[in-house]
């Protein structure tokens, strides 16, 4: 079993940054693949960005790719995502989540944390 707790969502400017982080309970942590995953009013929750339980490969979303940075520090038990020249389109509930399998898909993540809210003002 793991507990997952985001932070480091807010209100923000188009164009400004924002690193949100994910703390996980338990000293399993490295076991697990983490994601980030998105939900915005009226729409399906997305996939956004994943990181291996080493931290040495990531995937993400065409639509953040070049913009955001997932990364992990095991030490730490925390994954974060690095957002830069953020977008209304960013405007989400964002969720950590984490896998023993390596996807995409939300259906196979585990363990999911509550939600941090993020708006990107136009």
């Known amino acids: 079993q793991v507990q997952l707790v985001e932070s480091g969502g807010g209100l923000v400017q188009v164009g400004d940054s924002l690193r949100l982080s994910c703390a996980a309970s ?13 939900q915005a009013p009226g ?8 990181i291996s339980n080493g931290g040495t490969t990531t995937r993400y979303s ?7 940075t997932i990364s992990r520090d095991n030490a730490k038990n925390t994954v974060y995502l690095q957002m830069n020249s953020l977008k209304p389109e960013d405007t989400a509930v ?3 989540a984490a896998s023993y399998s390596w996807t995409n898909d939300a259906r196979r ?3 999911w944390g509550q939600g941090t809210q993020v708006t990107v003002s136009s």
């Open 94 to 96: 964002y969720f950590c």
């Open 109 to 111: 993540y585990d363990y």
């Open 62 to 68: 065409d639509a953040v790719n070049g913009r955001f």
């Open 43 to 50: 729409k399906e929750r997305e996939f956004v960005a994943r």
């Open 26 to 38: 338990g000293r399993t942590f490295s076991t697990y693949a983490m994601g980030w995953f998105r």
